[in-house]
């Protein structure tokens, strides 16, 4: 099954990268079609091509020019495969959208109990197009990731004892830190370093786990959002601290794939929330909040993909 979601993976950033090639060409060609008019014996074309619901039109006069044909065919060529690339997308969602059900069922075990966690990574996506009506790729991995705020106040409850009935065995990264996983999700434990600059996990007694302390991740806590699912309710992050926070940390990322995945979250979450001048403000608001080198990498970064910076 890890094979078979690797190889899903794959087929989303290659065809989310066909999307955006094929967008970027089109947008350079011209619009529309080639009509002809015949006055008296002579023939006239015209380029036409509708903006709403006005029909425009250019005079070509007598004769088509040969690059503007060929721009014209080229451009219903690409959108006839910009509407293949969208069907091939719709697929690939729909065959690892049959992870749902089994994280949700792991995030409903443990917020129905009462645990105080926030639930960040890749399944925050589907949280963000469904309660909150972003437009945003939902592709995910087998990891599920939980971030821990401490000292932890919440209510004591082991969480192995928790997924135990859900077929999960607990085991520890390297670094000492605490997984569960079931043969096909991995679920893990992480909490924000507060200056402390230690590689160690750290204990959580009231959970009966150890959590990875790493840096960046106090972002995710800064500014969050409570979503109502389907039998549980649970935090997430706000969408423009969980994009700025996938910028900050992408410069560690090793591997080519992983990283293009991150890029196409955060360019398709950073559009949504521009698109809307009340999150665009609060993430204006956040940006200027953050320490200037930090500052300074985010809108590097929207620069260079061209995303509009946060009012």
């Keep these: 099954m890890g094979v078979i979601r690797k190889t899903l993976q794959e087929n989303f950033i290659f065809f989310l990268r066909e999307l955006s090639r094929i967008g970027e060409e089109v947008k350079a060609l011209p619009r529309g079609s080639i009509s002809a008019k015949k006055i008296g014996k002579a023939t006239y074309y015209y380029q036409q091509w ?57 995030a409903r075990t443990l917020f129905q109990s009462g645990i105080k966690l926030t639930l960040i990574g890749s399944y925050c996506l589907p949280i963000l197009k469904e309660n909150i009506g972003l437009n945003v790729p939902t592709i995910k991995t087998q990891d599920i990731d939980f971030l821990v705020d401490l000292p932890y106040r919440g209510k004591k409850a082991p969480i192995g004892s928790l997924l135990q009935p859900l077929g999960f065995t607990a085991g520890a990264n390297p670094d000492g830190s605490t997984y569960f996983t079931n043969g096909t999700f991995k679920v893990e434990f992480l909490t924000p370093d507060r200056g402390r600059g230690s590689d160690k996990a750290v204990r959580v007694d009231a959970l009966g786990i150890r959590a990875m302390p790493l840096r960046y991740l106090q972002m995710l806590l800064d500014q969050r959002i409570a979503v109502e699912r389907e039998g549980y309710s649970c935090q997430i992050p706000a969408p423009w601290t969980y994009a ?9 990322r090793r591997e080519p794939a992983k990283k293009e995945k991150d890029e196409v979250q955060v360019d398709a979450i950073l559009r949504e929330v521009f698109r809307r001048p009340d999150m665009a ?29 946060p009012a």
Excluded: C, N
């Design 50 to 106: 509708r903006e709403g619901k006005t029909v425009r039109s250019v005079a070509l006069g007598k004769a088509v020019p040969a690059a503007l044909s060929e721009a014209i065919a080229r451009r219903k060529l690409l959108e006839g495969q910009r509407k293949d690339v969208l069907s091939e997308l719709a697929v690939i969602a729909r065959a690892v959208d049959v992870q749902r059900a089994t994280a949700d069922e792991i």
């Design 244 to 252: 700025f926070h996938k910028i900050l940390v992408l410069k560690k």
């Design 281 to 309: 403000r609060k993430a204006g608001s956040y940006l200027e909040r953050l320490p200037a080198k930090w500052k300074k990498e985010i809108e590097d970064y929207m620069a260079r993909h061209l995303l509009k910076k």
